[in-house]
Structure formats: C-alpha cells, structure tokens
C-alpha cells in the first residue's frame, strides 16, 4: 500500500501521524510550511532554543492562529522527543552534540526519529543505529549573514556549503548508508554539467575523474576560471549507473538515458532538490511502515578537520563553516589511523599545539572535555574501526 494510502486512512480515522520537530530554522521552517498541506500530519511539539523565534517561523511560513494555538512550543528538545503523543522526532538543529542527544532521548522514548542533522548522522551515526535497533526503533550560495537571518538560516552552517564542508558531510552520509566509497584524499568537484555526468562521474580506467567507480563525488557549477559550467546542477541531485551487460547498455540507449561515448554509464539527474518541502516523505515512513528512507549502514567515510590557515597554540577552533578549520572527506580507516578530530567536535575547542595550514587537526592537538558527544564519538570508533594506537592516544 502506497504512503498516500496509508496517511489517507490516518486523515480519515481522525488520528493524524504526530510529529515533534527540534530546530526551527531554514530546513525546519520549510517542513514547517508543508505540513498544514498534508492530511494525516500534525505538528504536535516545536522545540527550539528560542520558543519566541519558532513562533515567528511558523508565521512567516503561514501559519494560521488557530494552529499556532494547538501547537506546543518548548525550548528543549528532549520534551519533544518525551511528548506522549509525538510518534515521530525531526532532528533538525545541524549541531552534532545535540543531535546526538535528541536521537538518544527518542530512542529511550520508542519513538521513530528522523534525522536531518547529517552531522551529528557523520559524527556517531553508525553507532544511534545500532542502538536504534536494540530499541527496535527506525530511525544558495553565497548569502550575507543578514540575508541568511531573514531565511531562517544559522549563517555559519550555510558557509559551510562554500567551503566544502557541507558537501564532505553529506557524501560521507551517503558513503556510509549505501555502501559506496569515499576518495582517499578529499572530493574533487570537478566542473561539470548534466551532459556529461556519465564522461566525468567515472573511474580513471574508464576516463573519468574518480579513482574507481563506484564512489561519492560532488560536481561544481563553476570552471576552474570561474565561469560557469554550461548546463550546471547548482541545485540538482544526480546518480551514475553502469550497466551490468549489454541489454542494461542497450535499453540505457533506447530509453534515452545520457551516455557516456562507450553507452556502459549513464546518468539519471534532477535539476532541483527541496530538502525540508521532501521531509514528509520520511516522516510518513517511519511512521507508516516503520521504514526509513536512509540509514548508515557501516562507517566508511569522516569528515576530518583541516586547517584553513596557520593556526597557533592557544587560538580557538571555530567548527563548520567558521574561520579556522573546514571539513575533508576521507574514508573512516584514515581518519582512525591518523588520530584525525572530526570536524563535528571542532567547534569551540582550544588548540594545544601549531596547526600549519592545510593539515589535518588531530586529537592530540587539541584540549577537549569529556561529553556525551566526545564518548559517543570514541565509541563509535571503537565499535566500528577497532582500537588502533590512535584512539588509545586520545
């Protein structure tokens, strides 16, 4: 049974899929528009730092009074997560301790968690799921900081996307829930444009830009002179498929797939993705069928930080999207083996020691405090990529 199906008999026995949302920005606010538009869905909990501003965000988007007034606001998110009548959590603060936190306080609430804090998913992500399961719980570019605060947005997670940050983090998610590889050494973005997805989106032996096939990459809508790439897919989504054997290659001609000369790749793209106007989709299934539509499935690639500058002994780090350090993608056993610190913990840390520019920061390089976060991530380390020296040196 479809979930449109399913969410109509929900609307029409009058017990609409409740839902909990933590963090009321940008992703929050356009789910938040959604949600008013779907029978069967209601938001029972807003959780934000700022009640105030969560109400704010739901008028912007176009909330009525009547609904403003049926809904709960609070300034924690883990009384969303214990609401007694929220069935579904949405995770969307993007800080990774504190997405760490709310998948915890759901998982001990038996309630389906949705996570769109893909940073706290890199950080520990591997490791909710396995605690997920012992629950049997499923779990543009360029904008001025006053533009960013009109939208709803946390500006400095928006310069992440910039800087490669964003992108590290969310093909290490991608990486680590379908099974596909990470780049030894960091994405690429090489220029390219919807026509030639499948002549660049290849492995070296073939031609193309990757290692291998294969892998996560991201492509850029800019030349490497800066102009821009004919057909881009500055808002799009992709995926490059090699056919199996000469039928899949000739059907991929028949039905017009683009090609690569050989006809072995093909690409299939969308021009545009609407992030947080999709989260319903997730929503409904979790709720509905107990199904989510992604999870990691192992840990295969992190998101080290890396030196944006000289840094000295004593300066502060400032995390995704700030001045000191960005975020590299590199696979998992890489990241263990040279004591890398996650980008997601290097967010007001003090630096020990120099950092030369463009170096990967490490553990050792930084004075850290314990928390939940630190332990989770330690934990994942050792549950996932065993107990190398450089976790012990931690």
Known sequence: MSLYQLVQRRAAAGRPVQVG????????????NQAPTMPGVEIAVIADLDPERARWACR??????????RTRFVSDGRDACADPKVEVVVEATGNPPAGIAHARAAIAAKKHIVMVNVEADVLAGPLLVEEARAWD?????????????RGGMNPQMFNSFLDGTKS???????????????????????????????????????????DRDGMVEVVSSLERDGRPVFRDLRWGVYVVLKAPNDYARTCFKEYGLKTDASG?????????????????????????????????????????????????????????GG???????????????????????????????DVAAGEIVRWTDVAIPDSPAVEARHAMEQR???????IAAK
């Open 60 to 69: 912007t988007v176009g909330w009525a009074e009547e609904l403003l007034a």
């Open 137 to 149: 719980v499923w779990a543009h570019y360029g904008l001025t900081p006053e533009q960013a605060r």
């Open 384 to 390: 996932f990529g065993g107990p190398p020296a450089a």
């Open 168 to 210: 590290a983090i969310e093909m290490a998610a991608i990486g680590n829930a379908t099974g596909l590889a990470v780049p030894q050494d960091g994405l690429l973005f090489p220029p390219c444009g919807v026509d030639d997805l499948p002549q660049v989106l290849r492995g070296r032996d073939a031609g193309g830009a990757l």
């Open 264 to 320: 072995w790749y093909a690409a299939m793209y969308k021009p545009y993705h609407l992030i947080g106007l999709e989260l319903g989709v997730s929503v409904l299934s979790a709720a509905l069928r107990g199904e989510p539509t992604g999870q990691p499935q192992g840990w295969r690639g992190d998101v080290v930080a890396v030196a944006k500058r000289s840094l000295r002994a004593g300066e502060t780090l400032d995390g995704e």
């Open 323 to 353: 001045y000191t350090v960005w975020g590299k993608l590199v696979p998992a056993e890489r990241s263990l083996a040279q004591g890398a610190l996650p980008i997601g913990l290097a967010h007001n840390v003090p630096l020990q020691r």
């Open 21 to 32: 949302l933590i963090g009321a920005g940008k992703f929050g606010s356009m789910f938040l």
